[in-house]
Structures are given as C-alpha cells and as structure tokens.
C-alpha cells in the first residue's frame, strides 16, 4: 500500500485514504463550444500514459476531500512530489536531482 | 514406534505421543512431528496423487515448498482445508487426514490410468485437444477439464472459524528466523532498534534445527539457539512463529499470514483461526534463505525419493529416518552430510552417487571412516519400485557418454542438485536480479526498497559466512536510525560448507520415450515437455510456463522453476538470464482465501446503511434489497403473498388511494452561495436561473462526454440555496463529480456542496388521496392544488417536525415528497401510517416504485441508461436548457456519433402476449427468421407486470426506437421468440393529469 502525502493536510498517510482522479494539468476549456471535434475529443479521451514520471491528480477524499496534483512514477510506483491544485507543475529536472 | 523413530532423537517429545489418522487408518506419532514426519515414522512416504498422471508420490521437501504431500484436514463440521501441506501441518490429537486426487484408494487409482497414456498428455495438451469440434466444449470437454480441475475437495459448509486483521509498525522487520535472521534481528534490537522477527516454521532456528552438530561461540548449536532466543525476549524483540511473510509490497509494507489454531489439540474459545498482519516497516531484513534443488533424473519422482535436506530435517529435527537403506544421489557437497547423519543414526547407506569426479577430498575421507561406497562421476540413468522407490540404476559418466549401468537396491533416496537463493519476497518489491554462472542460480541485485537481503538468501553458504552477514544486514539496518551496533560475528566451529555442480539434466541411457525426468512434480512436467515446448517455438520462459504448467502449481515453482529455466535454456542453445526468469507474486505460499477477507464477512462484507424505518420495515417482514449500500424494503408481502402478489397489491392501492414509501436513501446535496445557480447552470443540462424560490425541476446530468450519470428532483429553497436530490447509488458519485469542478475548474465561484443525505429522512406518499391524509398534519402551509402546485415545495412543519416538503410524483399520481431531520424520520412515518389509516393507506417498497414509474415511463439511471445514453436518446431532450452556452457535456452532444440517426432511444415495448413478462436485458430484432447473427436492434431495459393496464410492460433501447411506433419486433429468450409492439414508454396517463390533481 502506498503512502501519500497530502499537500494541504501535510500529513503522509495509507492510499486507503485517497482515491486516483485522473491525469494532471488538463484544463477544461473556456469555451468548450469554440473547440473544433477533433481537439474536443483529445480533451476528452486523449492522454498521455507515460511510462516514467506522470502528473496525475488524486483526492483526499476520506481527508481533506481536497484534490491535488501528484507526480508519480509508473515505473516504480513511487511518489516524487505532492502539490496542490492550481499550483504549476515542478521540473522533472529538479525532481530527479532530488531523488 | 518403530525403529524408524530414532531414540530420543530430534526435537520432538518422545514422551508425548499424538494420534491421528491418515485415510481411515490410525496412526501415533509426537508432539513436535509434522504430519509427514509422522507418517514417515510409521513407514509411510505414500501420500498422494500427482495431478495430471496420477503417479503416486511422497513428500520431498519437509516445508513449505512441498509438491506433493498435500492432504486434505478436517477437524469437524466447515472445518476442513484441501490441499493442507503434510510437510507443515503440525501434529495434533485427533487430527483427520484424507489423500487426494485418488479414486478408489491411494494404493489403487483409476486416474493412474493417465500415466499409461503419458504420450497424449504431452505439453500443450489442453491447447492441442480441447479444439474442436464447437459443439464438444459444453457437453463434454468443460464437463470433463472442471471434473478433473483442481486438487482436493472445496469445504461446502460455512466456515465456522474467525479471522483477524492487524496493522503494525516496527523499525525493523526481519524475515525467516534461521542464523542469518537471528543475527540480524539481535544486531539491530542491541542498537536500539525495535524488532520484528517472523518464521513460517513452528520454532525458530531455520537450518539449524537441522543440523545440530554445528559449534557456535563454543555451544552446540541447539545450546545456542536456546540462549539466543532468550536474548531476543530479553531485548524486547517481538518472535512470531507460524508466521509467512506472505507478499513485500511498496514502502516496505509487508503482509504476514500467522496461523495460530491448526497445531492445537482443542480451539480456544473464540480464538481467532488466522490473523493477517499489514506491517509497515523502516527497514526490512530478507533473511529467507535456500531452497533445496531437486536433480532431474529419469524416474525422480517415486515415493522414498526426497531432497537430501529434507532427509536430514527428518532425521535430525524429527528423529526421523526415512529408510532402512538409502541412496544418495547429489552434485552438491550438503548431501554428503546428510548422508554422514543417516549412516550415524544406522540407516545403511547403499551408495553415494556424486555427479562430479572430483567431490571434495575431505568428504571422500568421512565416507572412507564410515566405508561407505561411493560412486563419484556418475549419473542416475533409472529408478524402480511403484509404490515407493527399490533402487536406482547408475552408470558411470565419461567424456559424455554414459558407461555401463548397475542397479542399487535401496528403500529411500536422498537427491540434492544444489541449492537456489529464496528471493520472493525480493522480487515482489521488483528488486533487480542478477545470474551467477558459478552457481547456476540468481542473486539479488538492485534493491528498489529499504530492505537488506542477507545470508543464504544471496548466495552465502555455511554457517559462519551467514551468521556474519546477519549481523552486517542488523548493523545496517540499524543504522539507518542513526542507530550503532556493536555486535561482532559469531565463531562457528564444525562448519558445513559447500559448493556444488549444476546439471539441467542427468544423462540416462534408456531411450528417450521411456525417460520420465519430473522438473514440476505436481503439475507433471517433464524435462522433455519443455523441450517439446521450445521446439513447438516457446522462446520465453513465461510462454514455457503457461505452455507446459511448468511452476504453475502450488509450490509456485520453488522447486522447479530453475531446473525449468535451465533445461530451456539449453534447448535454446542460450544463457538462462537471456530466456528469463518467471516472475513471482504473492503471495509466497497459498493462503486461504479467509485470511484476506479477515473480518469482511457475512454481516460485516461491507457497510449496511438503513434508514431510520428499517426496523419498522423489518417488523412488517419487509423483504429487503441491497441499494447501493443501502438495505431497502423491496416489498411488503402479507400472509401468503409472493413478490408478484404483494407488488400487485402495493400498487392497486397506490394508484386508487394512497401508498407511504420510504425514499430516504435518495442522495441529497445542499449546493449553496451566491454563485449556487450559476454553478448549478454549468453543472446540470437544465436553465437554473429562471427557477423562481419554491419550484423544483427535474434535473438531468450529463458526464463531459454527453452521457447521462445521474437525474433527481432539484429545488430552489431560496436565491442561494439549491436542495439537489441524486440516485440512490449516484449520490457520492455525484457530489465528487461537483466538487472536482469546484475545486479545480472552477475555484473562482463562491457555492459550497453538502451532502444531507443521511440527515434528512424522506417519506413519500402518493395516490390520489396523498393530500387528505397530508393535510391534517401540516402545519404553515396550505397544500391546495393552486397553493402548492405540481413541482413546488416549501419548508413547513409536518407532524410538528420541522420539514422540507416536495410535490412531485415518480408514480404519475399526485405525490409528496416529506424531509424531516433524520432523527424524526420513524415517527414522521408512524404519524402518516396512521393518518392514513381512514384510506387504508398501504407500504410500498422499491419493486412496487419500479412498476408506477415504467408504467409512466420514468427512466432509473443504471436501469434504463447505461453510460452510453444521451438525454435524446433517453426522450429528455426536453431537459436540455435550449439557450445554455455551455454545461457538462454539452460539447460532446453535438459530436458526430451523437448527433446521429440511428441510436438507439428510449421506447415502451408491448408484448403480444399481455401476459408474457419480458427478460430484462433480452436483445431485440426486426426479423428473427434471418439467419444468425443478425443484427440487434437494441435491447430490453426494464420489464414489469403491470396492474394498472392489465398486462405486461417493458422499456427498451432500440435503434430509431421513435421512428417505429407501432412497428412489430422480435425477443428472442430461451424458452422461444416473443413479439411485441413498439409503443410510448409512457403508458399510463400520458397526459400526466392524475399528479396535477
Ligand atoms: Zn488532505
């Protein structure tokens, strides 16, 4: 089971915790009726499934109840950094150096 | 006893006899034997069945790795375990064990028949045969392969026994409780670190409770092992015995299988069977040790013939000897030991074979003192006996080629082709693996979590190298603490290194179609199934595996995954790294399917939420159905009613006068703030804005993908408060769908969600007299039609409980809706029961709300949907705000495909035969009579007997539903093709004027 942080709790606690929402950073349009079939379909289906580092959102949903941005590797399944919503993303650069 | 049983021998009690039976006969053996060794002390290696041929078979192991001796146990009603390992199961008074895969007898078996027609059941068998004809698969080959499936008999009774679960967090975890874990556990308990240490064995000491000839710091090594573990209780170090680490999961959590009733004579009173333990480790010691190598010889497999270490664990930690004559056939140093044992104890030794030509001088000279004989370069090119083993044939090896054969009588061999480091749990954590071509085996590598893995585990050999390694792995361990230990290795004296030569497979001079050299003893897998694997072009060594079944049994391929790389690997012509290693998973040995469940059974599978007139439903005898989690009173039957006649009733007297429904578990959430409408705008496909304070609407919401998830009644309780009522089962779903786009869509909004669904209790009455029986309890509000019209609700007090009130109607008749503070719900309802009571106002449950809302034609989300309907397609295309420029979903309803003619709509369905009850899920075609497959046209949703119209309904999906109105179709079912008109869902009432009375 892994342990996770969460950025607003900032506590490290069981996945029992947390539920996977999802990948990180895509934005809902603003204006969802501008967007052409095929860039509203890659918004809606389209992912990247990276083998390594992946942003990815997660919910301290018997917590906080708060969502939040992970980076996670699905290599090793290990954490490598925990932010908060709105945050912008950290360089994976940095994350390696401090691994 | 007989004189198998060494006097005084072992660490079993000689004055503490135990007896049991063994298929029928009664046996005695100690207190301290296993039910192998007991066996094995009354004469018997016979102990069961292989699965695909049914040779008979002994054990060869004497622990958990054991292929072949497994039994079924039984201790009473529900209490029975198949599949129970001879090799481990303690003995206790009373204990009842039973052979498997046998038919009449152990001695006698129909199944054996297998064995005489080994050539058809070569690898790929199952692939080859079970083939064709179609037809074959349901009437015979599934009949026969589930007949055959599967070793021993699967309890029918409930299980009577308790499971536990714990957690536990500890600094350090050490695994396997031999020298190296000891070592290791103590080190790090001296530096301060709190320990752990668990065994799967009853009694910790692992090799040495073998080999007690061993000095350590100048003791016996029984001597030692006893003052170490009162070293370990003085330190505080916790011992777990009978304990498998089972699985090494992320971040060192470990999880550990304690078996604590099956060695006991009698179950202590309410004494947990098992107890699964999640611990979360800072560091974990691998100290798992060794596994014995079966040699792959031509008939290896007969009873009396076992792994050399295993003889000596018989002899040595049971007083057990295995035979009155035994044969040692070995590539390895180990075995020559244990033969020194045997021929101490008075088993004569018939002969030791070695593979090399040139053992170790020092062994030679032991066997000269003792004038055993000993055949050095030599191979094993047969064996004889059916029941147990007579002799061995062996034969001289020279440049390769094998010389002139002479057979040995002997009643036990002890085999030993080397030893293969324990790395499961190392390989759980996908630490890396490296290949040592010395020793033919592999090494940990790259470590990928905070563990050591010490001693015999990577490659250490002897009982100095390993003990030194514990304390290096305990001093490590500790350190990572910021801890320092000062422990210093122990010296050994009398020491049993070793080394060892590697063969895939002896040599033998019989033809080849008549070698039966078992790689996989209880999966039957021989040296040439997978050379047959490899030549039909299974270059992997996972294609092998599930080609063969090679490592697919019980033992998970601890004896015989190595030996089946090998022998690959050489047919390949490659180096075994390059054909790979199978993976291993946990769990490390089987484990009972109740250990994992622990307490999540029966009652306490999973949460039961009710609602607070459950216990009256209960005393109605309600029968009950799970909702979600919820339990909700399906029907109300009375004296002799089944489901059909109570929901027949139930609904007469809905429609006709009035029915009282539970409708608490309906999800409910509060969506306040300034900016609630706007946020319900964007959330549901409905225009929120307009919806003036006191008026409700009939919500739908859509995925973004433009699939309906969810619908509910939502009212505006003033500006900034929406009352938003959910599924039964989508309550949850919902509410995380609207806080993710609150909290990282759209933060900018000031609106906050709520979930009330458990603090509001909800009764529904409808039926044309809702509002005589209503009325006289209400208080502060005039329930007049022109009042309090259809969709209005009002905040009021309803049997002087302070209510939210609804009028709405999910049955088509005029309908209310009552919220009251949960606490308030039971009595609400007694006081509408009887308020009722001058129009007989009836319970109904959810089977008689299913039927009033198809014959309106109301959809059930889940039911009628099934994420792939759009509100079009569902006939809610009216609920679609017209002027809305954006909302969830609304893009994606103007996709292609969605916009499209031809999906499939939502439509009513009237059978032919009225009183004919639709299959819920039946497909739907236009012309059964095209041949098959044809195509579909949709499918049947929802069917009911309805009272009311005087016939059967149904609901269906189907292509253009609503372009065939009256069009004929066809259901095909079991029991025949039905036809039926495509109608309006909405049957009954379809002006909708009996909810506007
Ligand atoms: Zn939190």
Request: net charge neutral.
């Amino acid at each position: 089971m892994l342990l996770i942080r969460c950025p607003y709790c900032e506590e490290t606690l069981p996945e029992l915790e947390f539920v996977y929402a999802g990948e990180a950073h895509i934005e809902r349009p603003k204006d969802p009726s501008s967007l052409s079939d095929d860039d509203w379909r890659d918004f809606l289906f389209m992912r990247s499934n990276v083998k390594g580092p992946h942003f990815e959102r997660w919910r301290h949903v018997h917590g906080c109840a708060r969502f939040f941005n992970a980076v996670r590797d699905t290599v090793t399944d290990r954490f490598l950094a925990t932010y908060k919503a709105g945050e912008k993303r950290p360089s994976l650069a940095e994350l390696e150096k401090a691994e | 006893m007989t004189t198998l049983r060494v006097p005084n021998g072992g660490r079993v009690r000689h004055d503490e006899p135990v007896a049991f039976t063994f298929d029928g006969k009664s046996y005695t053996g100690l207190r301290g034997d296993t039910l192998a060794s007991a066996l094995l002390a009354n004469g018997v290696h016979l102990m069961g069945r292989s699965f695909k041929y049914h040779r008979p078979r002994g054990p060869v192991t004497a622990g958990s790795e054991e292929p072949n001796a497994l039994v079924g146990t039984s201790r009473g009603k529900g209490r029975s375990e198949p599949n129970t390992r001879a090799t481990m199961q303690e003995l206790r008074h009373g204990l009842v064990a039973e052979s498997q895969n046998r038919s009449p007898s152990l001695k006698f078996d129909f199944g054996a028949v297998n064995d005489r027609l080994h050539p058809v059941f070569s690898a790929g068998f199952y692939y080859k045969t079970f083939m064709w004809p179609k037809s074959f698969w349901d009437r015979v080959y599934e009949p026969v392969i589930r007949a055959a499936a599967g070793l021993g008999t699967a309890p029918k009774e409930e299980d009577p026994d308790t499971y536990a679960n714990r957690y536990a967090h500890v600094d350090v975890l050490v695994v396997g409780a031999g020298p190296t874990g000891i070592a290791a556990a103590l080190t790090a308990a001296k530096a301060g670190a709190g320990v752990v240490l668990v065994d799967e064995n009853a009694e910790i000491g692992g090799a040495l409770l073998s080999d007690p000839s061993v000095a350590i710091e100048g003791e016996p090594a029984w001597t030692w092992l006893a003052g170490r573990i009162g070293e370990l209780a003085a330190l505080g170090v916790t011992v777990m015995t009978r304990t498998t680490a089972i699985g090494y999961y992320h971040q060192n959590m470990v999880a550990l299988a304690e078996r604590l009733t099956d060695h006991l004579d009698e179950i202590p009173q309410g004494a947990p069977r098992e107890r699964m333990w999640q611990v979360r480790a800072g560091q974990v010691v691998l100290a798992q040790g060794a596994l014995e190598k079966p040699l792959v010889f031509n008939g290896n497999d007969r009873p009396g013939i076992m792994l050399a270490g295993a003889a000596q664990t018989y002899l040595n930690r049971y007083g057990v000897r295995i035979g009155e004559r035994a044969a040692i056939v070995t590539s390895h140093d180990s075995a020559w030991y244990t033969a020194f044992n045997l021929a101490d104890s008075g088993t004569a030794i018939a002969a030791i074979v070695d593979t090399r030509s040139h053992p170790n001088a020092e062994l030679l000279g032991e066997a000269r003192r003792r004038q055993i004989r000993v055949l050095v370069g030599h191979t094993v090119v047969a064996t004889s006996g059916r029941l147990r083993v007579k002799s061995i044939t062996v034969a001289p090896m020279t440049n390769g080629r094998v010389g002139k054969s002479q057979t040995i009588a002997c009643d036990c061999v002890a085999a030993c082709g080397g030893w293969t480091p324990s790395l499961h749990l190392f390989s759980h954590t996908k630490g890396t693996l490296r290949w040592d071509e010395a020793s033919a085996a592999f090494f940990p590598d790259r470590k990928s979590e905070a563990c050591e893995i010490a001693g015999a585990g990577r490659g250490l050999w002897g009982y100095a190298p390993v003990l030194a390694d514990g304390v290096a792995a305990g001093t490590a361990a500790a350190s990572s603490f910021g801890q320092e230990a000062r422990a210093v290795a122990p010296g050994v004296k009398g020491d049993r290194p070793g080394t060892g030569a590697n063969h895939a497979v002896l040599a033998t001079s019989v033809k080849p179609g008549r070698v039966r050299a078992f790689v996989d003893f209880q999966n039957d897998v021989t040296a040439k199934d997978i050379r047959l694997a490899v030549s039909e072009g299974m270059k992997s060594i996972e294609h092998v595996k599930r080609y063969t079944t090679n490592g697919m049994a019980t033992d998970q391929g601890k004896l015989s995954n190595i030996n089946g790389l090998m022998i690959a690997a050489e047919t390949l012509g490659k180096a075994p790294p390059e054909v790979g290693l199978t993976t291993f998973r946990p769990p490390y040995t089987p484990t009972t399917f109740a250990t994992f469940a622990g307490y999540h059974r029966g009652t306490h599978f999973e949460v039961t939420r009710k609602t607070p007139i459950d216990g009256w439903a209960d005393e109605q005898s309600a029968v009950f159905e799970p909702v979600g989690q919820w339990r909700r009173a399906r029907y109300y039957p009375k004296a002799g009613e089944d489901m059909d006649a109570a929901v027949e009733r139930e609904c007469r007297a809905t429609r006709q006068s009035v029915g009282i429904f539970d409708a608490t578990t309906l999800g409910k959430i509060e969506v306040a703030g300034p900016d609630a409408a706007e946020f319900m705008n964007r959330v549901y496909t409905n225009p929120w804005t307009k919806l003036g304070v006191g008026k409700a609407r009939y919500g739908v919401l859509l995925g973004e993908d433009g699939f309906i998830r969810d619908d509910g009644v939502v009212g505006r309780v003033s500006e900034t408060l929406f009352h938003v009522t959910t599924t039964t089962g989508g309550a949850a779903r919902v509410l995380t769908m609207m806080e993710d786009y609150r909290q990282t869509e759209w933060p900018d909004l000031k609106v906050w969600l709520t979930s009330t669904t458990e603090q509001w209790a909800v009764v529904a009455l409808n039926g044309p007299n809702a509002r005589k029986v209503l009325e006289p309890l209400t208080e502060g509000l005039d329930l007049s039609n022109e009042a309090f019209p259809m969709m209005s609700l009002a905040d009021c007090r309803v049997a002087g409980f302070r209510a939210r009130l609804f009028r709405l109607s999910f049955t088509g008749e005029l309908g209310y809706e009552v919220n009251v503070p949960a606490r308030h719900g039971l009595a609400l309802w007694k006081a509408l029961m009887e308020a009722g009571e001058p129009y007989d106002i009836c319970p109904y449950g959810t089977e008689t709300m299913h039927v009033l809302r198809a014959e309106k034609g109301f959809i059930i989300v889940g039911q009628d949907t099934d994420g792939t309907v759009t509100p079009d397609d569902a006939g809610l295309g009216w609920a679609v705000g017209k002027k809305k420029t954006d909302f969830v979903g609304m893009r994606s309803l103007k996709r292609p495909d969605l916009a499209a003619t031809g999906r499939k709509q939502l439509v009513g369905l009237q059978p032919e035969d009225g009183s004919l009850l639709l299959e819920e899920g039946a497909q739907i075609v236009a012309d059964p009579d095209k041949p098959v497959p044809m195509r579909m046209l949709g499918h049947v949703t929802s069917s009911y007997r309805s009272a009311a119209l005087g016939r059967s309904i149904a609901m269906a999906l189907v292509a253009d539903g609503r372009q065939m109105m009256g069009k004929t179709v066809y259901i095909p079912m079991p029991d025949g093709t039905h036809k039926a008109t495509i109608t309006s869902a909405n049957a009954y009432d379809p002006d909708g004027e009996r909810a506007k009375m």
